[in-house]
């Protein structure tokens, strides 16, 4: 395939409100849920453009097509609590992984080809496999000039692999969206969005109460896991929102685009096409920004966040008596 030269502005991060897709595997786990959320809530910010449900293949589905309609499903879900109507915004997504270089095809491969031609740049933020990414390079590479791919997933260039669930979901995927050329930001699983932990108590604290929405990721999260004593869990897909929101809250560094291997390790070439891969994130300044957002759709007089009483509650609880 022949990629041509790029404009290298695509590579820079993103100024003013900007355009978006979302591609999620959202009943995967339960993380891709806040990442829907925090985008959904930001207007001024990200103008939501659509949302494509990816498939995964996990003990939440019977297989990858499976998996692309129970994401389907829960966008549903999370729009109906938002009050937010689907038609036109959400689009079904590849039924199996690639199998070779034929294009997976699906209303969401047609709906980005059809979407990075109107206008540029498209902000493609990818929190699953990459299939429907890949599909839509495949069918028409056109569209590299006129999209920019944030992706969550595999490891940090320097790990000794890259092997993690939204690479392995679709290897050959991956190998596609790293070789194209196509502008790219990579954000590591470990050691990077591994740092977006939260509790179930920070949840009920400062999500729990804040509309339909903010009951449904509180509830989903306390159902994750049986017991949450001294437990925390990783929200992971927060940050590839947060790298549009704020670059500075998932700081990159411009790299050459490493080699996939079929083992799904890195080999390097510095002969290859640049990147961005993020090497770390803000933590607190992430998850404040999901909270304040959540926090507005309170009636003004109910809000607490910026109440002092608010904070010295939470620790109160949280720590318990002091001996």
């Known amino acids: 395939m022949d990629f041509s030269q790029l404009d290298e502005a695509l590579r820079l991060p993103p100024t003013g409100k900007v355009r978006m897709v979302l591609d999620t ?17 930001s207007p001024d910010q990200l103008a939501v453009e659509a949302i494509y449900a990816a498939p995964f293949y996990n003990t939440r589905s ?3 097509g499976d998996g692309m309609e129970k994401s389907y499903a829960e966008i549903l879900r999370l729009l109906e609590r938002l009050d937010i109507a689907p038609e036109g915004l959400v689009f079904r997504g590849a039924t199996d992984t690639l199998r070779d270089t034929a294009p997976q095809e699906s209303a969401a491969v047609d709906d980005l080809i059809a979407k990075a031609k109107t206008a540029d740049p498209l902000y493609v933020v990818a929190i699953g ?20 791919v944030v992706w969550l997933g595999g490891h940090a260039h320097y790990w000794p692999t890259a092997d993690e669930f939204n690479l392995q979901g679709d290897l050959l995927a991956a190998q596609i969206v790293f070789d194209s050329g196509v502008p ?5 699983c470990h050691p990077v ?3 977006l932990q939260t509790t179930l108590a920070e949840l009920e604290h400062f999500v729990k ?17 049986q017991n949450h004593f001294a437990s925390s869990k990783v929200i992971w897909d ?10 500075s809250w998932v700081p990159t560094d411009v790299v050459h685009s490493p080699i996939l291997t079929d083992q799904k390790t890195w080999g390097h070439d510095s002969s290859r096409h640049f990147m961005r891969v993020a090497r770390t994130v803000r933590r607190d300044a992430i998850f404040g920004d999901l909270f304040e957002k959540l926090e507005r759709l309170l009636a003004p007089a109910d809000r ?4 002092p009483q608010c904070s010295e509650t939470f620790l109160n609880s949280s720590m318990g008596p002091i001996a």
């Open 25 to 41: 595997d959202t009943y995967n786990e339960i993380d891709d849920q806040f990442a829907v959320v925090q985008a959904l809530l």
């Open 129 to 148: 496999a990459l299939t429907n990414i890949a599909s839509a390079i495949l069918k028409d590479p056109s569209i590299i000039k006129r999209i920019v």
């Open 238 to 247: 927060l940050s590839a929102v947060a790298w549009l929101l704020d670059a």
């Open 193 to 195: 969005a591994s740092h």
């Open 62 to 64: 019977s297989g990858p």
């Open 184 to 188: 790219f930001v990579q954000i590591p």
């Open 304 to 307: 607490c966040i910026e109440q």
């Open 209 to 225: 109460g804040r509309g339909a929405i903010g009951d449904y990721l509180v509830d989903i999260f306390a159902a994750y896991a």
